[in-house]
């Protein structure tokens, strides 16, 4: 698989090897499709990832409410960040600068209101 140049979103590069996959879907706030041995496929939230060795697995909350499996590590062979970040732009400074924006409309709305009336 190509390694591609967005590295918020689309499979992982293979030279990165399944612990440092794994790690990035934990970490990405949206939905991952794992592809597995046996040519299945499984998307979804990657919330946990757990044990060492033969026992370490990964949790993975299903679509549309459907519960979560665990997957164990030998099963999987690559990992992509395939669903929208769910998190993206919404960076403390984005709402930050949303709020800010908010608050001067806001009291340009007051003033012009309150020259209306003659208050100001």
Same mark, same amino acid.
């Not at 390694?3 to 293979?14: H, K, L, M, T």
């Not at 990657?46 to 590590?73: C, H, K, T, W």
């Not at 929208?84 to 400074?93: L, N």
């Given at each position: ?33 794992? +592809?597995?041995?046996?040519?299945? /496929? ?6 946990? +990832? ?6 370490? /697995? ?9 519960? /979560? ?46 020259? +209306?009336?003659?208050?100001?």
């Amino acid at each position: 698989m190509e390694e591609n140049p967005n590295p918020s979103e689309g499979a992982f590069p293979p030279s990165g090897g399944l612990a440092e996959q794994i790690e990035r879907a934990f970490h990405y706030r949206g939905d991952v499709t794992l +592809r597995l041995a046996g040519e299945r /496929s499984l998307s979804g939230y990657l919330f946990n +990832r757990s044990g060492d060795g033969e026992d370490a /697995s990964v949790q993975v909350m299903l679509p549309d409410g459907q519960g /979560s499996v665990s997957i164990p590590y030998r099963e999987i062979q690559e990992i992509a960040l395939s669903g929208a970040d769910a998190a993206d732009g919404k960076s403390f400074e984005a709402w930050k600068a949303k709020k800010n924006g908010e608050q001067k409309k806001e009291a340009e709305q007051i003033a012009t209101e309150m020259l +209306r009336q003659g208050l100001l």
